[in-house]
C-alpha cells in the first residue's frame, strides 16, 4: 500500500468539497439575481431586457455584452452592475466581477444580494478574510440566507478554521435544512477528523436532496473505505464515475478501495485509467508502482515510481532504489 494513502484520501476530499461548493453558490446566484426589468427610456429598457433574456437562454457571453453596453452607455443601474458581476464570474472575470459588485454596493449598500455576490469574487481572488466580512453583511442584512453561511464557511477552511467552518455549515443548514452543498461540506469535515458515521449521515442527507451529485458520491464512497466496507466504496465510486467519467480522482479512489479488497489487477487498471485523464497524477503513479513491484512487475514498478519522482514524489522511489 502507498505511503502516501492516507494524504491522498484527505486532498481529494477537500479539493471536491470546494469545487462542490462554489458550483453551488454560482448556480444560487445567478438564478436568484435574475432582475425585473424596469421601464426606463426605451433604448435602456431594450438593452436591460435582452442582457435578462440572453441570461435566462443560458447565453452569458451575450448578456455580458449588453450589460457592457448599458455601463458604457452610463446608464447601469446596481442591479445592472450586479448582474454583469455575475455574468463575469460565470465567464471566469473574477476581478473584473469583484469591481461591478463593489459598484453595486457604493449604490444600494443595504442589498445583501449584492455582498453574497461580493464573496464570491473575493473567494475566487484567494481574499478569505474578505470573503468572510462581505458574507457577515449579507447575514446581517438578511439572516436567512443560508449560501452566506456556507460560503464563509468555506472560506474558514481556506484559512485554515475547520472548527469554525463547522459552526458555519451547520449555522447554514439551521437556516435551511435543504441546503445540500452545506451537508455536503460538513460531512467533508466529519471525514477530515474521522468521524465516518457523522460523515456518512451528512452525505446521506446531501444525495438525498441531490441524488446526482457526483462529487458527493465520491465522498461517500471514502467513508465506506475508511470503514473498511469496500464493496459500498466500490459501488459509490462507480456512480460517481459514471456521471463524471472525467474525474481521475474517482478512478484513484476506486482502485485504493479495490486494492485494499486484495483486487490487485483491477486497481492496478483503475490507477491507470486515472493516469490516462491526469497525466501528472503523481500519487496514481506511485500507488500503481508500489502494487506492481509487490506483484513482481519490478521493471514496470520501478518505471511508475520513477515517474512519480519525476513530478516530486520521490520517498517510495528512493527507498526501493536503495534497496537494489
Known amino acids: 500500500m502507498s505511503m502516501t494513502d492516507h494524504r491522498m ?49 443560458g447565453n452569458a457571453a451575450d448578456a455580458l455584452a ?16 450586479n448582474n454583469r458581476g455575475v455574468a463575469n464570474l460565470a465567464a471566469g472575470n473574477f476581478k473584473a466581477a469583484q469591481e461591478d459588485f463593489a459598484a453595486a454596493i457604493a449604490e444600494a449598500p443595504d442589498v445583501a444580494a449584492h455582498h453574497f455576490n461580493m464573496g464570491l469574487a473575493l473567494f475566487a481572488l484567494e481574499r478569505f478574510d474578505e470573503c468572510i466580512r462581505e458574507n457577515d453583511e449579507a447575514l446581517r442584512l438578511d439572516p436567512k440566507m443560508g449560501m452566506a453561511a456556507n460560503n464563509r464557511g468555506m472560506a474558514w477552511l481556506r484559512l485554515n478554521e475547520p472548527g469554525i467552518a463547522v459552526e458555519d455549515f451547520t449555522h447554514a443548514l439551521k437556516i435551511d435544512p435543504r441546503l445540500a452543498v452545506a451537508y455536503a461540506n ?20 446531501a444525495l ?16 465506506f473505505m475508511e470503514s473498511k466496507d469496500y464493496g459500498k466504496a466500490v459501488a459509490l465510486f462507480t456512480q460517481a464515475i459514471r456521471k463524471r467519467p472525467e474525474r481521475a480522482h474517482y478512478y484513484f479512489n476506486r482502485a485504493l478501495a479495490l486494492e485494499r479488497d486484495c483486487k490487485f489487477e483491477l486497481a492496478i487498471n483503475d490507477y491507470t485509467r ?43 522511489y528512493e527507498a526501493y532504489r536503495d534497496r537494489m
Open 186 to 205: 460538513r460531512g467533508g469535515q466529519w471525514l477530515q477528523m474521522g468521524l465516518y458515521g457523522e460523515a456518512g449521515s451528512d452525505f446521506d442527507r
Open 274 to 316: 486515472a493516469i490516462a485523464r491526469m497525466s501528472d497524477f503523481a500519487e496514481a503513479y506511485a500507488n500503481r508502482g508500489a502494487l506492481r513491484m509487490t506483484m513482481d512487475d519490478r521493471q514496470r514498478g520501478l518505471s511508475d515510481l520513477e515517474r512519480a519522482c519525476d513530478l516530486g514524489l520521490c520517498q517510495q
Open 9 to 57: 484520501r484527505s486532498a481529494r476530499v477537500a479539493r471536491i468539497l470546494v469545487l462542490v461548493a462554489l458550483a453551488a453558490c454560482l448556480a444560487a446566484c445567478s438564478a436568484r439575481k435574475t432582475p425585473d426589468v424596469a421601464p426606463v427610456d426605451s433604448d435602456v429598457a431594450a438593452m436591460r431586457a435582452k442582457a435578462v433574456a440572453d441570461w435566462k437562454k
Open 208 to 223: 438525498k436532496l441531490d441524488p446526482n451529485n457526483a462529487d458527493v458520491l465520491n465522498n461517500r464512497g471514502v467513508t
Open 66 to 81: 449588453a450589460y457592457d453596453g448599458l455601463v458604457a452607455a452610463g446608464v447601469a443601474s446596481a442591479v445592472d452592475r
